[in-house]
């Protein structure tokens, strides 16, 4: 089943090449639906080239456009844009396609890829800042998509578990423990052990060399502390997979920066003998002097006193995940402090020989109500369990005021499915760059573009098959009322818009699709009865319900979101 915006695509380029004219551009949405759905500034881009009037190539390129079979005669408006207003058979036939088709019109990607995803990659034994939980969020709803187009795709959580915080922690356990403390919330206190030692080293010039000691032995393969480090490690990941499951995040490997510690030394060997890292001052740099932003910022991937370090790392993670995992693109989603190093990785990969896509999916800041980063009262990072737990008690208390009568174990399940959903709707319907504000009043009303009103929009439509009785959809649903045919239009485009989000990795085109989808609904649903409608209008307009449903359903569920039943 193919787009319409491609379908026009094609016999838009036919065009050109009839009428003698190198490509130029594709259809795009109308900008204002005045003008129809589709629009193409091909004679403007073609006339600025060749200095001609361009409504005169427009209409040089209209007498040669054959589009009668989906759209009306198309109109050239302003200084030359050609207009398509799609015809309401060939929307009628989309739908009735559309009706019939599991993916709902969306196509699998031509040329699939193997696709690793390193996305949430939380530190173990240091707390979980918002960074992880956009990261979390992004990766998990760019992999959804990612994977229902047909890619192959390995989810990849590179947990923090190696590196210099382990000397801190260990001594920590040694001297600060609280077993008791441990028990009851196993992060909190290796946060707790990890940050008092930290601050103790600072002040103690003692404490700083027996952590630093502890670290060595470590590395060593001391048992009691390669012991202490494991158990720190499972701890961790046992707190992590109660989020994810919460969450209902999967990952398919969790490969940490611990995995790939035998494999360091060999990568910086390999980088020397190549020439393509140096010594500079006791380290081992790679220098970029033919990259300008680069020119002044080496990446150390040996200390002076020998130590390998994040860099190292992930130069070691490239190579595994393409030689061993067999990727041809590795997505990173890492938030926007980490530019540099990525850069920085890529570069070395490129020069290493390596042609697989690389991404760094960056994104911006969660703030609080004061417009800096997100914290507690006391001033930490905000404990991810905590914030989920708050959004699923805030969630039942508007359902208890909005349906009283819902049993308590429905409403319990169902405060789960609108807390998380608000949540995680709140990130992924903002443009990632961007740092928004985290804001429990807005992300859970019910009104405003949150997952909420998506939500219930989904729950009006249930409800009305649950009055409708038993029905039969009408396999050709006729669109003679302008609301209905608005709707239809939209449902057609969600084929168009779910390849797009994977252009920029942009979620919110998604998240926005939805929302005007939504709005489109209940606009629709305000102008043309249902249920009370006569036949064959009933089935037609419940056909048009159907689909709107499930293309809410679907399109959530690639944000990672579901959807109650009723709430
Ligand atoms: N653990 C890192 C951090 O908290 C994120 C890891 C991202 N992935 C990577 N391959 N470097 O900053």
């Not at 690389?358 to 369990?385: Q, Y």
Request: net charge neutral; proline share 4%.
């Amino acid at each position: 089943m193919e787009i319409f915006q491609s379908q026009l695509n094609r016999k838009l380029s036919e065009a050109l090449a009839a009428a003698g004219f190198p490509p130029a551009g594709d259809v795009s949405p109308a900008t204002d639906p005045r003008f129809g759905d589709y629009q193409s500034n091909a004679a403007l881009v073609l006339g600025k080239k060749r200095g001609e009037n361009p409504r005169k190539i427009a209409d040089a390129i209209v007498s040669r456009l054959d589009v009668a079979e989906i759209c009306e005669q198309p109109n050239v408006a302003g200084a030359g844009f050609i207009n398509f207003t799609l015809k309401r058979e060939a929307v009628e036939k989309k739908i009735a396609e559309m009706l019939h088709d599991e993916r709902l019109g969306v196509a699998s990607a031509t040329s699939p890829r193997k696709i690793v995803v390193d996305f949430g990659s939380p530190n173990v034994a240091k707390p979980m800042h918002v960074g992880h939980i956009r990261s979390t969020f992004l990766g998990d709803a760019l992999a959804r998509i990612a994977e229902f187009l047909g890619h192959d795709v390995i989810r990849d959580n590179h947990i923090g578990d190696w590196g210099t915080q382990f000397g801190m922690v260990i001594w920590g356990w040694k001297n600060l423990l609280d077993l008791e403390s441990l028990k009851r919330d196993p992060i909190a206190e290796l946060v707790r052990i990890y940050k008092e030692t930290n601050e103790r080293a600072t002040k103690d010039e003692a404490v700083r060399e027996a952590a630093r000691a502890e670290l060595v032995k470590l590395q060593a393969g001391d048992p009691e502390n390669y012991s202490i480090w494991k158990q720190c490690v499972d701890l961790s990941m046992r707190e992590f997979s109660k989020a994810y499951e919460l969450l209902d995040i999967h990952y398919d490997i969790v490969r940490g920066e611990s995995f790939y510690n035998d494999r360091l030394p060999a990568v910086v060997e390999r980088l020397l003998k190549s020439g393509l890292a140096e010594m500079s001052e006791g380290a081992v740099c790679v220098f970029f002097r033919d990259i300008p932003e680069l020119v002044d910022k080496p990446c150390i991937i040996r200390k002076r006193d020998g130590g390998y370090n994040y860099a190292t790392t992930d130069v070691a993670t490239v190579d595994y995940r393409i030689n061993d995992l067999k990727a041809n693109a590795i997505w990173y989603v890492v938030g926007a402090p980490q530019i540099l190093h990525f850069k920085q990785i890529f570069a070395i990969a490129r020069r290493e020989g390596y042609t697989a896509d690389f991404h760094h999916i960056a994104f911006g800041s969660i703030l609080g109500a004061d417009r800096k980063l997100m914290k507690t009262r006391s001033g930490e990072n905000v404990p991810l369990h905590d914030l989920l737990e708050e959004g699923m008690t805030r969630a039942r208390a508007i359902i208890a005021e909005k349906n009283p009568e819902l049993a308590e174990s429905e409403r319990n399940e169902i405060a789960k499915v609108i807390g998380i959903g608000a949540i995680k709707y709140a990130d992924l319907s903002q443009y990632r760059m961007t740092d928004y504000i985290f804001s429990w009043d807005k992300m859970l009303s019910l009104h405003g573009n949150t997952a909420p009103y998506l939500q219930n929009a989904y729950v009006r439509i249930r409800s009305i098959f649950r009055k409708a009785g038993a029905v039969s959809l009408r396999e050709a649903p006729a669109l003679s009322e302008p609301a209905e045919l608005n709707l239809a239009k939209r449902l057609s485009q969600f084929a168009e818009i779910v390849p797009q989000v994977l252009n920029d990795f942009r979620p919110n085109i998604l998240a926005n699709y939805l929302f005007e989808l939504a709005n489109s609904f209940h606009t629709f649903y305000e102008a043309c009865p249902v249920l009370k409608a006569d036949e064959p209008v009933r089935s037609s307009r419940l056909a048009l319900c159907d689909l709107t449903g499930r293309v809410l359903q679907r399109g959530l569920k690639l944000l990672g979101i579901d959807v109650p039943e009723r709430m």
